[in-house]
């Protein structure tokens, strides 16, 4: 015989297990705009069925069923889309922070405009050709004054904002730093609360949520692999282990190890590269300009200052000294001048008695040094314009003390060469980083291969960030149609649990009236 009973326990693990499925499904639909949170479903099992107890096997067919109950409640997740979001989501974060330098570094250059290096060099040549035309005129020596200041003075600018742009970097990568650590500590933590609640049977889902949606966010600062273990998630960045159970290994700023390869933090460090690279080829640019090695043909008649040291193409020395006769040019020579300082000392300045040029360009520090932020015009010449060597030409006067040798304020053959320095094929230094052109050219050349580069890069890290940000947005849509939470399924399975719970409900009312009858309505014949 059945149990009278059975009927009242089986429609009772029908609530329960509807009603649970119900506060399950209100649970999804409170988190539906939940940053990480993913679909929970509940899993039903048949529960165990009845045998009719006997000394034998009962003889009837089947076994008695005893209704429904949940084995667990589950998260929906692939972990196949969590690995590909993540490998997607560090390329993101990588190019994005490479792109917004590289704009940044645009900025700094800030070419084409009026106030950007191309056009304070085209003044400057231009200055020194007016110049030319009219070599003892005091209005064109302050023009090229003022030129040449607004052209160190840019140069300064531009080395002072790559400084500048650095040092926010540095920063920006201690920053970035802190908050890796943070995640891995936060990680691994979670890894022990996890194991602790899942080792006693339950599932932890809402925690497990809480640690993708950290994993997710670590996997845009630096490239990891995650792995998980019956003690939680092991992630690791190249060959080292940031998390293994509940212990960890922290990042230092001060030692990041080499084969990070991905994440924002990787994009912080290319940055810094970048700029390390762009500064050191406007050092070049500065170097070149100020001491570069060039070509040079002296015409016969050029008279050279006292002590003039002039190396042959062929390597050759020559020195001259002496007086005007013996400082002469007796034959057209082509020799190797170091940069504009080098052309400048080659002539003669407008003061009496004769005076050689001078640097035409210092530094302030007083050393050797030539980068964009040391350049400054000789203070001289700053202080006394007449300290502008244009001529090289002397003539002598005899006079009762002896002769005397003074310039000619005409003649202009130096400042012509000075403002045909512009085209000159300048050597520039490669010594310490790759040059903007290889060999020899023109400032002109070295400064548009230089933002050529700059351009190039910028419009690839443009193309990289848009690709890598459709890629990881396309994984994420189809790891939301895995796991996140529709309203509109939501709520046809409230209705489906619903309805299922009101069956369920009704098949002990029908009991309870089943019963009323047994016990109320029988028992006394006749009643």
């Not at 069923?65 to 390329?91: A, C, H, M, P, Y």
């Not at 080098?342 to 640097?359: E, K, R, V």
């Amino acid at each position: 015989m059945r149990s009278t009973f059975h009927g009242l326990e089986t429609a009772k693990r029908g609530l329960f297990a509807q009603q649970t499925a119900m506060q399950t499904t209100g649970h999804n639909i409170a988190n539906a705009n939940t940053k990480g949170y993913s679909r929970q479903v509940v899993n039903f099992v048949a529960s165990s069925p009845l045998e009719v107890p006997g000394i034998t096997n009962s003889t009837a067919p089947g076994q008695l069923g005893s209704g429904v109950d949940f084995s667990s409640i589950k998260r929906v997740r692939e972990t196949f889309l969590d690995d590909q979001f993540r490998n997607q989501n560090k390329s993101y974060g990588d190019w994005s922070i490479r792109r917004n330098t590289l704009e940044k570094i645009e900025a700094v250059i800030n070419e084409p405009s009026e106030q950007g290096i191309r056009t304070v060099l085209d003044n400057f040549w231009n200055s020194w050709q007016e110049l030319a035309g009219q070599p003892d005129n005091l209005t064109a020596r302050s023009v090229v004054m003022e030129t040449a200041m607004a052209l160190t003075d840019t140069f300064n600018d531009i080395a002072y904002k790559f400084g500048d742009l650095k040092r926010d970097l540095e920063e920006s990568i201690k920053i970035k730093v802190d908050d890796a650590n943070t995640l891995i500590t936060q990680i691994a933590e979670l890894n022990g609360e996890i194991y602790r609640i899942e080792r006693l049977g339950d599932n932890a889902n809402d925690l497990r949520d809480q640690r993708d949606l950290l994993t997710d966010n670590l996997s845009k600062l630096i490239n990891i692999d995650v792995t998980e273990t019956a003690k939680g998630y092991t992630i690791t960045s190249g060959a080292t282990q940031l998390v293994a159970d509940n212990e960890t290994t922290l990042l230092d700023v001060n030692g990041l190890p080499d084969d990070i390869s991905g994440g924002e933090i990787n994009g912080f460090l290319v940055s810094l590269e970048h700029v390390d690279t762009f500064q050191a080829q406007l050092d070049q640019m500065v170097k070149g300009l100020v001491e570069g090695e060039f070509d040079l043909t002296i015409p016969k008649g050029t008279i050279l200052p006292e002590g003039t040291t002039l190396t042959k193409v062929d390597g050759t020395e020559l020195t001259f000294s002496g007086d005007a006769t013996a400082r002469t040019v007796t034959a057209e020579i082509t020799v190797r001048v170091k940069g504009f300082n080098g052309l400048h000392q080659l002539g003669y300045t407008l003061n009496d008695p004769l005076q050689p040029g001078g640097l035409f360009f210092t530094t302030k520090d007083g050393s050797n040094n030539f980068v964009a932020g040391n350049i400054q015009l000789n203070p001289e010449i700053a202080l006394d314009i007449r300290n502008i060597a244009t001529s090289t030409s002397t003539y002598t006067v005899s006079g009762a003390t002896g002769n005397e040798e003074k310039v000619i304020k005409g003649n202009n053959q130096l400042a012509l060469w000075l403002a045909q320095m512009r085209n000159a094929l300048i050597t520039f230094d490669e010594s310490e980083v790759e040059a903007a052109i290889d060999g020899e050219g023109t400032f002109d050349e070295n400064f548009r291969a230089m933002v050529g580069r700059l351009g190039v890069k910028t419009q690839e890290a443009i193309r990289q960030e848009e690709n890598s940000r459709i890629l990881t947005e396309q994984v994420d849509s189809r790891r939301q149609s895995v796991s996140g939470v529709s309203l509109d399924e939501e709520m046809a399975n409230l209705i489906k649990f619903q309805q299922a719970y009101n069956a369920s409900a009704r098949m002990i009312t029908t009991i309870d009236q089943l019963l009323d009858k047994l016990i109320n309505g029988t028992g006394v014949v006749g009643r």
